[in-house]
Protein backbone atom coordinates (compact mmCIF):
# COMPACT_ATOMS: atom_id res chain seq x y z
CA UNK A 1 0.00 0.00 0.00
CA UNK A 2 1.17 3.68 -0.01
CA UNK A 3 2.61 4.62 2.61
CA UNK A 4 4.67 7.53 4.52
CA UNK A 5 7.91 6.96 6.43
CA UNK A 6 10.90 8.65 7.95
CA UNK A 7 14.83 7.16 7.11
CA UNK A 8 15.26 7.82 10.98
CA UNK A 9 13.91 7.21 13.96
CA UNK A 10 16.17 9.41 16.18
CA UNK A 11 18.49 12.22 15.10
CA UNK A 12 20.83 14.05 17.65
CA UNK A 13 22.74 17.07 16.85
CA UNK A 14 24.98 19.45 18.33
CA UNK A 15 23.88 23.21 19.51
CA UNK A 16 24.35 25.28 17.03
CA UNK A 17 24.87 22.39 13.66
CA UNK A 18 22.69 22.23 10.98
CA UNK A 19 19.88 19.38 11.23
CA UNK A 20 18.63 17.43 8.18
CA UNK A 21 15.25 15.12 8.76
CA UNK A 22 14.11 12.97 5.65
CA UNK A 23 10.92 11.78 4.29
CA UNK A 24 10.35 9.41 1.75
CA UNK A 25 6.84 8.84 -0.01
CA UNK A 26 5.27 6.74 -2.02
CA UNK A 27 2.48 8.15 -3.83
CA UNK A 28 2.95 9.89 -6.67
CA UNK A 29 -0.42 11.55 -6.57
CA UNK A 30 0.54 13.12 -3.56
CA UNK A 31 0.86 16.76 -4.47
CA UNK A 32 1.39 18.76 -1.09
CA UNK A 33 3.53 18.20 1.62
CA UNK A 34 3.57 19.18 5.23
CA UNK A 35 6.02 19.48 7.95
CA UNK A 36 4.73 19.32 11.51
CA UNK A 37 6.43 19.94 15.60
CA UNK A 38 5.50 18.00 18.15
CA UNK A 39 6.92 19.26 20.99
CA UNK A 40 6.68 17.11 24.36
CA UNK A 41 2.99 17.12 25.64
CA UNK A 42 1.63 19.39 22.89
CA UNK A 43 -0.26 18.52 19.61
CA UNK A 44 1.48 18.96 16.26
CA UNK A 45 2.60 22.58 14.99
CA UNK A 46 2.85 23.77 11.60
CA UNK A 47 6.10 24.71 10.27
CA UNK A 48 6.06 24.98 6.75
CA UNK A 49 4.65 22.99 3.31
CA UNK A 50 5.18 22.67 -0.20
CA UNK A 51 3.38 21.67 -3.03
CA UNK A 52 4.45 19.24 -5.62
CA UNK A 53 5.21 22.25 -8.13
CA UNK A 54 8.14 23.84 -6.21
CA UNK A 55 11.09 21.94 -5.16
CA UNK A 56 12.86 24.02 -2.92
CA UNK A 57 10.85 26.23 -0.09
CA UNK A 58 12.24 28.67 2.70
CA UNK A 59 11.30 29.53 6.34
CA UNK A 60 12.83 31.22 9.22
CA UNK A 61 16.05 28.50 9.83
CA UNK A 62 14.09 26.09 8.15
CA UNK A 63 14.11 24.66 4.44
CA UNK A 64 12.05 22.30 2.53
CA UNK A 65 13.38 20.74 -0.13
CA UNK A 66 11.08 18.04 -2.75
CA UNK A 67 12.44 15.39 -5.18
CA UNK A 68 9.33 14.57 -6.78
CA UNK A 69 11.94 11.79 -8.85
CA UNK A 70 12.80 9.68 -5.91
CA UNK A 71 9.75 10.79 -3.90
CA UNK A 72 11.77 12.13 -0.88
CA UNK A 73 11.22 15.41 0.94
CA UNK A 74 13.80 17.13 3.52
CA UNK A 75 13.64 19.46 6.50
CA UNK A 76 16.61 21.30 6.88
CA UNK A 77 17.11 23.26 10.25
CA UNK A 78 19.90 26.15 10.61
CA UNK A 79 21.91 26.96 13.17
CA UNK A 80 20.08 23.83 15.40
CA UNK A 81 18.76 25.01 19.05
CA UNK A 82 17.76 23.26 22.16
CA UNK A 83 14.32 24.57 21.79
CA UNK A 84 14.25 22.48 18.31
CA UNK A 85 13.95 19.30 20.09
CA UNK A 86 11.14 17.44 19.62
CA UNK A 87 9.49 14.81 17.30
CA UNK A 88 9.45 15.88 13.50
CA UNK A 89 6.31 15.02 11.08
CA UNK A 90 5.87 14.96 7.35
CA UNK A 91 2.48 14.79 6.11
CA UNK A 92 1.55 13.55 2.89
CA UNK A 93 -1.52 15.20 2.08
CA UNK A 94 -4.59 14.49 -0.06
CA UNK A 95 -7.39 16.22 -1.81
CA UNK A 96 -10.64 16.00 -0.29
CA UNK A 97 -13.88 16.36 -2.23
CA UNK A 98 -15.52 19.36 -1.08
CA UNK A 99 -11.84 21.45 -0.25
CA UNK A 100 -9.42 21.26 2.37
CA UNK A 101 -6.51 18.33 2.79
CA UNK A 102 -6.36 15.10 4.37
CA UNK A 103 -2.78 14.64 5.64
CA UNK A 104 -1.42 11.16 6.11
CA UNK A 105 1.42 11.49 8.97
CA UNK A 106 4.96 9.54 8.97
CA UNK A 107 6.12 8.03 11.96
CA UNK A 108 8.03 10.65 13.45
CA UNK A 109 11.61 11.15 13.53
CA UNK A 110 12.67 12.46 17.11
CA UNK A 111 15.26 15.32 17.01
CA UNK A 112 17.95 15.92 20.38
CA UNK A 113 19.48 19.02 20.47
CA UNK A 114 22.71 19.25 22.66
CA UNK A 115 23.93 21.86 23.84
CA UNK B 1 -8.19 32.90 19.57
CA UNK B 2 -7.73 30.11 22.28
CA UNK B 3 -6.87 27.63 19.69
CA UNK B 4 -8.71 24.04 19.83
CA UNK B 5 -9.69 23.02 22.72
CA UNK B 6 -9.73 19.22 24.19
CA UNK B 7 -10.79 17.91 27.60
CA UNK B 8 -9.96 16.52 29.49
CA UNK B 9 -6.33 16.35 29.08
CA UNK B 10 -5.76 13.33 31.12
CA UNK B 11 -8.19 10.49 31.67
CA UNK B 12 -7.61 7.60 33.71
CA UNK B 13 -10.45 4.88 33.65
CA UNK B 14 -11.27 0.93 34.31
CA UNK B 15 -11.86 -1.35 31.32
CA UNK B 16 -14.97 -1.44 30.46
CA UNK B 17 -16.08 2.03 31.17
CA UNK B 18 -17.24 4.42 29.27
CA UNK B 19 -15.18 7.24 27.98
CA UNK B 20 -15.66 10.71 26.50
CA UNK B 21 -13.38 12.99 25.40
CA UNK B 22 -13.91 16.27 24.02
CA UNK B 23 -13.49 19.31 21.36
CA UNK B 24 -14.00 22.66 20.67
CA UNK B 25 -12.61 23.46 17.08
CA UNK B 26 -11.74 26.40 16.04
CA UNK B 27 -14.21 29.17 15.47
CA UNK B 28 -14.75 29.17 12.10
CA UNK B 29 -13.17 26.48 10.94
CA UNK B 30 -15.12 23.81 8.65
CA UNK B 31 -13.06 20.62 9.05
CA UNK B 32 -13.00 18.69 12.28
CA UNK B 33 -10.40 15.68 12.81
CA UNK B 34 -9.64 13.08 15.19
CA UNK B 35 -6.76 11.26 15.80
CA UNK B 36 -5.32 8.75 17.70
CA UNK B 37 -1.31 8.86 18.41
CA UNK B 38 0.39 5.72 20.10
CA UNK B 39 4.27 4.63 20.08
CA UNK B 40 3.37 1.71 17.73
CA UNK B 41 1.08 3.39 15.35
CA UNK B 42 2.17 6.79 15.31
CA UNK B 43 -0.73 9.35 14.67
CA UNK B 44 -4.12 7.62 12.76
CA UNK B 45 -6.75 9.31 11.88
CA UNK B 46 -9.97 8.10 12.99
CA UNK B 47 -12.55 9.99 11.48
CA UNK B 48 -13.47 13.99 10.62
CA UNK B 49 -16.39 15.82 9.62
CA UNK B 50 -16.88 18.58 7.46
CA UNK B 51 -19.73 20.84 8.00
CA UNK B 52 -20.58 18.46 10.88
CA UNK B 53 -21.26 16.32 8.84
CA UNK B 54 -18.69 12.67 9.32
CA UNK B 55 -17.34 12.13 5.89
CA UNK B 56 -14.87 9.38 6.62
CA UNK B 57 -15.08 7.12 9.47
CA UNK B 58 -12.95 4.04 8.17
CA UNK B 59 -10.02 5.07 10.44
CA UNK B 60 -12.47 4.21 13.60
CA UNK B 61 -11.42 0.95 15.12
CA UNK B 62 -14.53 -0.87 15.93
CA UNK B 63 -18.22 -0.43 16.52
CA UNK B 64 -16.55 0.54 20.18
CA UNK B 65 -16.13 3.47 18.98
CA UNK B 66 -17.75 6.60 18.00
CA UNK B 67 -17.59 10.25 17.15
CA UNK B 68 -20.15 13.13 17.04
CA UNK B 69 -20.22 16.94 16.12
CA UNK B 70 -23.71 18.11 17.09
CA UNK B 71 -23.04 22.06 16.20
CA UNK B 72 -20.05 23.88 14.27
CA UNK B 73 -18.31 24.25 17.56
CA UNK B 74 -18.63 21.17 19.56
CA UNK B 75 -17.33 17.49 18.95
CA UNK B 76 -17.09 14.33 20.94
CA UNK B 77 -15.15 10.84 20.40
CA UNK B 78 -16.66 8.39 22.97
CA UNK B 79 -15.86 4.89 24.09
CA UNK B 80 -17.42 2.06 24.90
CA UNK B 81 -16.56 0.30 26.46
CA UNK B 82 -13.18 0.83 27.12
CA UNK B 83 -10.29 -1.61 26.87
CA UNK B 84 -6.68 -1.52 27.90
CA UNK B 85 -5.33 -1.30 24.01
CA UNK B 86 -7.30 1.88 23.53
CA UNK B 87 -4.96 3.73 26.28
CA UNK B 88 -3.76 6.39 23.62
CA UNK B 89 -3.10 10.14 23.48
CA UNK B 90 -6.23 11.46 21.41
CA UNK B 91 -5.79 14.42 19.36
CA UNK B 92 -8.52 17.02 17.68
CA UNK B 93 -7.83 19.20 15.02
CA UNK B 94 -9.30 21.40 12.82
CA UNK B 95 -8.84 23.33 9.20
CA UNK B 96 -10.12 25.81 7.02
CA UNK B 97 -11.94 24.32 3.79
CA UNK B 98 -9.42 25.42 0.66
CA UNK B 99 -10.71 28.29 -0.92
CA UNK B 100 -8.04 29.43 -3.94
CA UNK B 101 -4.33 28.30 -4.26
CA UNK B 102 -3.52 30.46 -1.31
CA UNK B 103 -4.86 28.69 1.25
CA UNK B 104 -2.53 26.17 3.31
CA UNK B 105 -4.34 22.40 4.23
CA UNK B 106 -2.53 23.49 8.01
CA UNK B 107 -4.40 21.63 10.65
CA UNK B 108 -4.19 23.15 14.16
CA UNK B 109 -4.24 20.87 16.99
CA UNK B 110 -5.28 20.33 20.48
CA UNK B 111 -2.81 19.67 23.13
CA UNK B 112 -4.37 15.98 23.38
CA UNK B 113 -6.29 14.14 25.56
CA UNK B 114 -4.39 11.51 27.36
CA UNK B 115 -6.38 8.21 28.20
CA UNK B 116 -5.15 5.41 30.08
CA UNK B 117 -7.11 2.36 30.61
CA UNK B 118 -6.55 -0.03 33.05
Known amino acids: GESVGLHLPTLSVQEGDNSIINCAYS??????FIWYKQESGKGPQFIID?????DKRQGQRVTVLLNKTVKHLSLQIAATQPGDSAVYFC??????????????FGRGTSLIVHP | DAGVIQSPRHEVTEMGQEVTLRCKPI?????LFWYRQTMMRGLELLIY????????DSGMPEDRFSAKMPNASFSTLKIQPSEPRDSAVYFC????????????????FGEGSRLTVL
Open chain 1, 50 to 54: IRSNM
Open chain 1, 91 to 104: AENISASGGSYIPT
Open chain 1, 27 to 32: NSASDY
Open chain 2, 93 to 108: ASSLERRGGQDTGELF
Open chain 2, 27 to 31: SGHDY
Open chain 2, 49 to 56: FNNNVPID
